[in-house]
């Protein structure tokens, strides 16, 4: 075993006897092998090293002797130097003949497969030359094909044979072959066989395609030097899970790659002929890598034997990030994110037979976790995502299938409608990383869109929304508790206020969540696409399925709720939490837009129980429909708001048994607001803003007729809505208007 030793002067030495000088028979650094790992030296002919080329016998007192120079012990397996020696043998071989080498073509596709020639290399170890040598070969648990050398091999001599009969083996998967001699009278078993194997791989040639590794592992398979490549699922520090279910490829279990790792992922043959595009390769990715001292790159070859790298440094979507912008991964990419490449279908000598691998190599100095691989998904059909905005844009949907969204030509979302006609689609989406929502102590994504279908109708529907790739990193390394797509989960609302904004929810809307197997991460370029089912449309968010540190808020509240009690609304409301906590100011509305305030209710402070709060609403309504929320405020004026609950007042008439009946609107410069009652009212009036601040109110005396209020500048107020109220003695009347 070498144990990573740096001095070259190590050597094996023999003599016929202790009369005789030394003869160098073996360089020990030249052929020092794997670091760590015992190397099996099986062809060390003494007879050829000592009587034919130096003329010296075999005695009583021959001798070997093994030169190693150094400065430090051998402690470790791969770290301080020197080497360990385990199970000397001398055989005495007869005429032996050791298999050298074998070849066979390592990599096909099932498509374009043609049966292959196997070649053995032999070489005769003994003194005298052969002919008729036997030599064989088995393909698994398969009949061995058995043939005979006719040519004469010298003494000492190697000659190449190939098989006639052919490897004709054509089904998908690895086929271990053994190759081996057997000439008589050879005593010497152990360099008579050679080991290889060969592999068909299924050709893909339907677009796009993807592999999610669930079921099975995807027809991927792994070889070269100590390679630690396994489908299963990931359980290192920080490659702990797959991108999205449970199964991915990667290096090493609980570990990762091993020491002086030359090691092969076979990624698929693909049959590209038939495009006219070029493909994009993409597959969910992760990297932790030594810097500076391991790599990974990906390989391509178009006949399975020739291979060049493929691509180069920022090729493509996290295409490599060498150190020194060197074409290969040695560098972290985390989370698991997508990474894809544009072959360039102009450059294969055939498109029709690619075949592509993903290369690792280690040394034997420091170890890491290595890399992951997950969901390979293939494909043409590939435009820009939308970029940062607030906007709607519209469809229309004839029953016909697909609708695609687009902003500024960049593509939005995507949906599949079910072959029934929705009329007009509003579709608005936002997307906004400096904006944060938060629900339920959980930060949302910066991305969510709202779908107002003209003809709402229960369906079938399938939704793609598009989302960036720096938008996804972002929020998962701002997350505490999640570090991949299978940690996101789907909420969909449908009621009031079907909007952009999460904070006008009314709390006894529907909602509905749909968890991380529901939806699918689909690799996208630049980003991805969000595949799920719904029956209904209306707001779509993207939030993390555990709660996050930064998200919880200073003050935690539950079970708002707000209910009429006779003419007016009484609101409770319960805290578990309080952090700092300064005031609740409760807010009402006419339309569940515009809110004024109501009053102001201390807060907790610091708590940490249950705390129970309520307030009475004195509205003395008649009719309508009245919104409420809490604005939750801490002492550095920070605040949040609570969903909206309503209350509904069935229509009154009269008081006193005095039919009343009001109208209000605008009439030239100023607004009137028409009367009919038999009695003169004494009444408070009030017109609020848009952003529901006070701006005009007036004590008068309402009469039968039209009742002018006397704006003087209302020719100046900004155009927009205004909301008024009425409060007359007992009751309020509220109007909205639109001033233009």
Known sequence: MNHAEPDSNDLVFARGDDTKPWIRIYDLYANKGTAGTYKKVSELNLYQKLKIENGQSFSSSTQLKILQTGIKSTTTPTGEGGYSFDDFSLYTVGRDVAVVDATIKKVNCSKSF??????????????????????????????????????????????????????????????????????????????DTFNTSVIVMKTIDSFPYYNDFELDNGNLFTEGQNSSWVWATPLKYNINNAAQDTKAWTTGVNKGYNFNENSYLYMGCLDFSALIKDPILSFNFISVMQTQSDSAYAEYSTDGISWERLGCYGCGLNWYNGFQNKPYWDRVVFPWQVAHYKVPLANLLDSSNFIYRIRLQSDDVVLSEGLGIDYIRIFTDYQDIATTDSAYVSQVSTGNGWIQFYRNGRLVAELNDDNKSLGNILLGYEANVDKQKVLNNKNIFPRNWVFKPQNPIIGN????????????????????????????????????????????????????????????????????????NTDTLGEFYLLSTKQDANAILNINLLDFSAQKINDDVYLDW???????????????????STFIDVDTVPGGGFSSTTTLYNYLHELNASRGVYYYRIKMVDNTNKFTFSLIDSVYFAPSVGVKQNPVEAKVYISGEDIVIEFKNKLQTPSSVYVYNSLGQLQFTKKITLVNGINPLGITNFTNWSNGAYYLQIQAGEHSYYSKLMKQ
């Not at 390394?477 to 991949?484: F, G, P």
């Not at 906590?581 to 569940?592: R, T, V």
């Open 114 to 191: 043609t049966t292959q020639p196997v070649r053995i290399k032999v070489k005769n170890n003994s003194s005298q030359p052969i002919t008729n040598l036997p030599v064989s070969y088995k393909v698994g648990t398969n009949s061995s094909v058995n043939e005979f050398i006719p040519t004469i091999i010298a003494a000492n001599d190697t000659f190449t044979y190939t098989f006639t009969t052919l490897f004709s083996n054509n089904e998908s998967g690895l086929s271990k072959i053994s190759i081996w001699v057997d000439n008589p009278g050879d005593t010497y078993k152990l360099n």
């Open 461 to 532: 529907y399938k939704v793609r929304l598009y989302i960036l790739n720096n938008e996804y990193k972002d929020y998962v390394l701002n997350e505490d508790s999640i570090n991949r797509m299978g940690d996101i989960e789907l909420l969909r609302y449908i009621g009031l206020n079907t909007n952009l904004d999460i904070i006008d929810n009314h709390v006894k809307s529907y909602y509905k969540y749909y968890s991380p197997a529901d939806i699918q991460f689909y690799p996208y370029q630049n980003g991805y696409y969000v595949e799920f």
């Open 574 to 592: 319960k805290t578990t939490r309080e952090i700092n906590s300064k005031e609740f100011i409760i807010q009402y509305s006419f339309d569940a």
